[in-house]
């Protein structure tokens, strides 16, 4: 199957993208205490005005700073700035078209690297058509595969890919739904001649076949400019000209600019625009369309083969592609669960070699193992999850409107379960094997489920902190400001009866304190008798009960501390959700 016949339904009818007026700007900001704003109303496209018709292949040129990538963005329907004016395909607003009739290939490739050329496209292919196993997909897929010549790169990792080849790995995950718009920022940005002419050529082949390709180019060589048949040359947010190759030579040549022979064409447009604003101002006088303005008639939007998943299937999808990285990442988390884990449950367990809790002493010592075995799971767990979106929100940005925010957050947060099962029993089994416990075989399987459930809670907490401070990029020192408060509530440092009235709540948004509450009534219920020696002089512990009481643990922790583990993940798990929606609020990056 040729790309120019994916889609038959192209050639019904004809697709026109009318821009009329249009302006965007980045808006006033400002203190709520102060009246005057510390960044001030920027214009970036000024009453822009243009027409593209099917089977346009349209180079957008100028300087830098004249607005090409916003104007482009605004096109695809992805600008999230504040705007005026229309931008419609066949008399249908562009922010209400039906995802798929106008993809974006853009300047910066994102990719998850660990997956292969294939396992990416498969991804793809099940978020946006639909089961690759159905023969319509398959086909599709194979066909952009064979077109493209990626036919021997299926199997290779992204990572190893060439910059064209991971460009045209881009431009196949947005002609998957064989959209009629293709929009292109900077494509040949980082390519060698080859691949960049292997890249224009494709798209070439695009607008030929009956899709509209609009790219912007800087600095296009000679070779590359001459493929396009029309040019948008843009200069101080305006639209200076839009036509033919042979329109924009005799435009420039009515106001006395003569491209000379064996001159770049494009960069003397370029040149010339950006020199006087004359030039600009008398090109745009004779650069009127009246298509622009004109009706389009009776046109409609042909229908795109897509498909929507659902949410739970948007979940399977992303945990399948994360499984598939975190399979050729194994080294890195066996590596990690070595570092982390066993030699500091070693360390933990060589200290405390021998120690019980029925002796005077041995009840500080205890006291000091539980807490160390509790915080060295929580403080592991949550951090690793802090940096879980540090990444994954370029690639969250990138693919807005492909899967959900909240299928995004879950898919995250399942990914990192098998740390919450793996770090917790290595610790249990390694630590205790150094102490004496009552039932020792029971007593560290308690531990280990008590221990699980407070890495889930953990890891909730750290994807919430993560999630909430990931764009300010100060989510690693706020992070210890609020560790603080809540591993005072553990109980481990100060007598939780001892808390102001007003400060007691705080333990209940605490992993710290239902973590130790629940290790520490695990094991001091099961210790009935504490030595107490004659010749004491201060009070003595007489058995495990008065340990909890004297640090002010539940007497019924079964329920409080594992409806409070409930508590603090859906607490933790939903400002997670609001720090990521927050970000896709921002929309599309670019």
Known sequence: MELNKINDEIHESDVVIKVKNYGVWTPEEKSWWRRTPYKHKTVILNDVSACFKTGEFTAVIGPSGAGKTTFLVSIAGKCNLPSSGIINVNNVNVNKMQRGVVEVVPQFDVFMDSLTVYEHLVFMTEMKLGSVKKLQNRNILKSLIQE???KALENNPICTLSGGERRLLSLATS??????????DEPTTGLDSYNALLVIGVLKKLSKGGKIVICSVHQPSSDLFKEFNSVCLMSEGKLVFHGTQRECKEQFERVNLRCPVNFNPAEFYIRAVSNTNRCIKEIMENNRHPSVFGKTGSLTVPQIHTCQRNWFKQVQLMIWRSSLSLKREMKNYVFQLFICTLISSIIIGTCYVGISGRTQRGVQDMRGFLWLMCSEVSFSLSYVALYAFEFDLVLLKREVGVYSASAF?????????PRCLVWPVAY???????????DHILTAVKFAAALIITAIASTAYGLGMGALFISTGVMGDVMPCADLPLFI???AFLRLSSLPIWLYPLKYFSHFYYGMDAISNIYWRQIDEIDCPSNSTSACYKDGMAVLVENGYSENFIFEDYMGFLFVTIVWSIIGFYGLKREENKGYAY
């Open 409 to 417: 957050y879950v898919c995250r947060f399942l990914t990192l379960m």
């Open 428 to 438: 249990v089994i390694i630590a205790t094997l150094a102490i004496e416990l009552p």
């Open 175 to 184: 002609l998957l739904s064989s959209p009629l718009v293709l929009i292109c």
């Open 489 to 491: 509530m553990s109980g």
């Open 148 to 150: 493209l010549k990626l």
